[in-house]
């Protein structure tokens, strides 16, 4: 990359929090104050007893209340993020065949993890141009549909339907979505994330919101005696969740962050509060790209556009890798692009944790920087 130039952004235009990052993200500062003050009382004691539990429990209680999930629906967690979920998946959701809307990185992933698996059928892909996003085709051939509620490759965020019609499970890798866009959980059977993105905590954990139908999908798939690693077998990490705790050993700050996240957003309001403060802050963000000489939406759709991740084209004479580094000399962290997309491009998360007003200030920011380059 050529030299930065040295760019000083006045005191006003620089946010009064200036981590932008689409995950890891903001984590709040009172949050981790907090955690801190809980000195010898929490962190470094077991995870099998009340202290650890009590934690697990209310971010039980907390993500069903938050999401006004119906009866019989369950909140399973497990360690090893998303990432990790998708492996768990191919064992213990996927009888046979799935459906793969793939529009983007992440959702490519799972679909290649899919496709590798020797007890599987190779999955249906229903692929679009990263951008834009496929809808899901019903398919009596399916026995899963695997949604993405928001690309976060890209910034494209999907509508969660169930297909018509047909009976298969519908299973939403909601990492980058969750807490932060509106959904309907009568439209799932497994919805899950990590909680470093909306959820402003940290990584290395797996959140699964079932339905009953997903649950006794995740039965049904045990009982066959498939061989699956007990890391990732679904029925261990429903058990355990029960219990209120996970299989083998979380990180306690990760689950302690979460809790406070989940309470501070049911203070506010709970997920229609969050749904606001997202879209007001990505509103803010395209209507700046909208009207800039230089900057666009790269999502051409305005209903296609993400209300937690951000993606703003640039024209060929505004490098973004300058303006994210001049950014970044000035405490604005982590503007950049995906970097698999390879455009030039700026990616900006709009989760609820992010103030709208530190979007405003980010945009003149960028401006002010553009006009001096
Ligand atoms: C971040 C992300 C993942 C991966 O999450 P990990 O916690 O790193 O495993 C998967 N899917 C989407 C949509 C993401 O945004």
Not at 39 to 63: C, D, F, N, P, Q
Not at 96 to 101: C, D, V
Not at 291 to 310: C, G, K, L
Request: charge should be negative.
């Amino acid at each position: 990359m050529p030299d930065l130039p040295t760019i000083h952004l006045p005191a006003e235009l620089i946010p009064a929090d200036g981590r932008f990052g689409s995950g890891p993200s903001k984590v709040r500062t009172e949050s981790l104050l907090e955690l801190g003050v809980t000195g010898s009382s929490y962190m470094g004691t077991s995870h099998r007893k009340e202290r650890v539990r009590s934690v697990v429990a209310a971010i039980r209680e907390g993500l069903r209340a938050f999401f006004s999930l119906p009866d019989g629906y369950e909140v399973v967690l497990g360690v090893g993020g998303a990432t990790a979920f998708w492996d768990a998946a191919a064992f213990g959701l996927i009888e046979r065949r799935s459906q793969h809307l793939v529009f983007g990185e992440f959702s490519a992933k799972f679909a290649a993890t899919v496709d590798g698996a020797p007890h599987l059928e190779k999955p249906e892909r229903i692929e679009a141009a990263p951008g834009t996003r496929p809808d899901p085709v019903p398919n009596p051939d399916v026995d899963v549909y695997a949604l993405t509620h928001n690309e976060t490759s890209t910034g494209v965020t999907a509508p969660i339907a169930r297909p018509r019609g047909v009976e298969g499970i519908v299973v939403v890798d909601a990492t980058s979505g969750a807490g932060a866009i509106a959904v309907d959980p009568s439209q799932f059977d497994a919805y899950y994330f990590s909680p470093q993105k909306a959820f402003g905590s940290e990584g290395g954990l797996w959140v699964a919101l079932c339905s009953p139908f997903g649950i006794s999908r995740i039965e049904r798939v045990a009982a066959t005696g498939r061989w699956i690693p007990r890391f990732l077998d679904l029925r261990t990490a429903l058990d355990n969740s029960r219990k209120d705790q996970t299989y083998n050993t979380p990180g306690l700050a990760t689950l302690y962050l979460l809790r406070k996240q989940i309470d501070m957003m049911l203070d506010q309001g709970g997920l229609d509060w969050a749904v606001k403060r997202s879209l007001r802050s990505s509103s803010i963000l395209y209507d700046w790209a909208e009207h800039s000489e230089y900057a666009s939406p790269f999502v051409a759709r305005p209903e296609d556009r993400s209300p937690s991740v951000v993606t703003v084209d640039l024209v060929d004479d505004v490098p973004a890798d300058i303006v994210e580094g001049v950014l970044r000399d000035n405490g604005i962290l982590d503007t950049f692009g995906y970097r698999k997309l390879g455009r030039n491009q700026l990616r900006v998360a709009c989760f609820p944790n992010i103030d709208p007003t530190d979007i405003e200030k980010l945009t003149r920011a960028v401006d002010f920087v553009v006009e001096r380059l």
